[in-house]
């Protein structure tokens, strides 16, 4: 099925493009409302709000695309479900019902079905799920009244013209503390992660690693993406550390190391000091599947990864053409990672 929006879908960028349905809940006496979808894309709060306040907001990130057999699909929404109830828990926020969140996700699409962007593209319809304490609170506590939101917005192909492997450099900063928040996606991580990124850009680096904020000498991960590494002898290595958020795609790749390419996939914790033995490094999200590393500077001291700064390493190239095979219909997906729309 083709679309009949009038956007030019491969020179969209990753910006908020205002489409035409979004869904809300409201929270209040202790329950979820049915929800509904509105054209309504603003939201007025009392100038108290929790959120506002004292940041008691968490969110998730996935996609819906079209795939090579003509359907519009999600990858692993159930993930996505459950891991924000996972963050809800964590900031003493409602949880909204897995299946329910799951359904909400499939209405949104389906209302903003002209703006999934055709297949080939690059370009996806980017949907971005998130709670927020909505009531006033002055006193430090939790909200009493929630909202929860899906917007959809579509993006553009994160690499126009190829994956180029970027420069990053071990931050001076942290982004989570020990028995902190980091393994949930809440936006406080992301407000004290600005200063850091902006001061990566000023210096020339693409993105910041951050490492473990107890003893600063195990890579972590960067601001919004989990990392891999690749061994001399193929072995697929990702930090295991519980400040690091549970990365989708990350877990997803981990499987189809194991189970579609026949390599060794462990997840243990990786030492800065070891990074310069491996022989290529990716970051990981739904954004960009694998954004291939080339450069590691740590302090003025540069690792280059073997896999050089001109394309991907070998085993991120194969490990990238499989998932998103995987997740466009041109392989077969393990049994639950497509979630068919329409
Ligand atoms: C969202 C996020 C990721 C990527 O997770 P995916 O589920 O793969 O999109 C990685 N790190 C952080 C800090 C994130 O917030």
């Known amino acids: ?43 007025t709060l009392n100038e108290s709000a929790g959120v506002l306040q004292y940041a008691q907001t968490c969110f998730e990130g996935l996609k819906a695309y079209r795939t090579a057999d003509g359907h519009v699909v999600c990858f692993r929404p159930d993930l996505n479900a459950k891991r924000m109830a996972d963050s809800c828990r964590r900031l003493e926020m409602p949880v909204y019902p897995e299946e329910k969140f799951v359904e909400a996700i499939e209405k949104v699409v389906k209302a903003n079905l002209d703006y999934v962007p055709p297949y080939g593209t690059g370009a996806t319809l980017y949907l971005r799920p998130y709670m927020f304490g909505s009531n006033n609170v002055i006193g430090v506590k939790p909200a009493e009244e929630y909202q929860f939101r899906i917007f959809a917005t579509p993006v553009g192909p994160y690499f126009k013209g190829g994956a180029k492997p970027i420069t990053v450099r071990i931050s001076d900063f942290d982004r989570a503390a020990p028995h902190g928040t980091g393994h949930i996606k809440a936006g406080l991580n992301y407000a004290m992660s600005l200063h850091a990124i902006v001061d990566a850009h000023k210096q020339g680096f693409n993105e910041n690693i951050y490492l473990d904020p107890a003893t600063r000498t195990k890579i972590e991960e960067t601001g919004g993406a989990n990392i891999i590494f690749v061994t001399k002898d193929n072995k697929v290595i990702t930090p295991k550390s519980n400040t690091i958020l549970p990365s989708i795609t990350r877990r997803s790749l981990m499987y189809v190391a194991e189970h579609y390419l026949g390599l060794q996939a462990e997840e243990r914790e990786v030492r800065l000091d070891e990074v310069k033995d491996f022989k290529e490094c990716a970051l990981c999200g739904t954004a960009a599947v694998l954004s291939p590393v080339g450069k590691i500077v740590d302090h003025g001291k540069e690792i280059l990864l073997p896999s050089g700064m001109n394309e991907m390493g070998e085993i991120t190239r194969k490990l990238y053409d499989t998932l998103t095979g995987i997740q466009m219909g041109r392989i077969e997906a393990p049994d639950g990672w497509i979630k068919v729309i329409s």
């Open 1 to 43: 099925m083709e679309t009949k929006m009038n956007i030019d879908w491969a020179n969209l960028g990753f910006g908020y493009l205002k489409t035409d349905y979004r869904f809300v809940s409201n929270y209040k006496d202790g329950r979820w409302d049915d929800g509904e979808l509105t054209t309504d894309a603003t939201i």
